[in-house]
Nanobody, 117 residues
Framework: HVQLVESGGDSVQVGGSLRLSCTSSTVTYAVGWFRQAPGQEREGVAGLCRGGRTYYADSVKGRFTISQENDMRTIFLQMDNLKPEDTGHYYC???????????????WGQGTQVTVS
């Protein structure tokens, strides 16, 4: 069982930056960041496979970057040029890569709140 703990959420102004972190209790093979705003469905934002393959939602391409350290035990989401529509509860997920997004995520963290205004 993989335990994931997110941190780094905050309230920021439009155009600002944040870096979210996610710490995993064990080695992972695929990691992802998802977000959910009130009244909306959860949206996959970014994903990273152990081999380096990435996924980004069109809404964040060029602004968000997913990265990892320590054999994918620590995962980051660098968010730049933040917009109000980026507001939401951000969740880290771990699982396995797949041919089609949203891959095969099996473990989820509790999330961290990002508010852009």
């Amino acid at each position: 069982h993989v335990q994931l703990v997110e941190s780094g959420g905050d309230s920021v102004q439009v155009g600002g930056s944040l870096r979210l972190s996610c710490t995993s209790s064990t080695v992972t093979y695929a990691v992802g960041w998802f977000r959910q705003a009130p009244g909306q469905e959860r949206e996959g934002v970014a994903g990273l496979c152990r081999g380096g393959r990435t996924y980004y939602a069109d809404s964040v391409k060029g602004r968000f970057t997913i990265s990892q350290e320590n054999d994918m035990r620590t995962i980051f989401l660098q968010m730049d040029n933040l917009k109000p529509e980026d507001t939401g509860h951000y969740y880290c997920a771990a699982g396995f890569c797949g041919d089609k997004w949203p891959w095969d995520f099996r473990f989820w963290g509790q999330g961290t709140q990002v508010t852009v205004s």
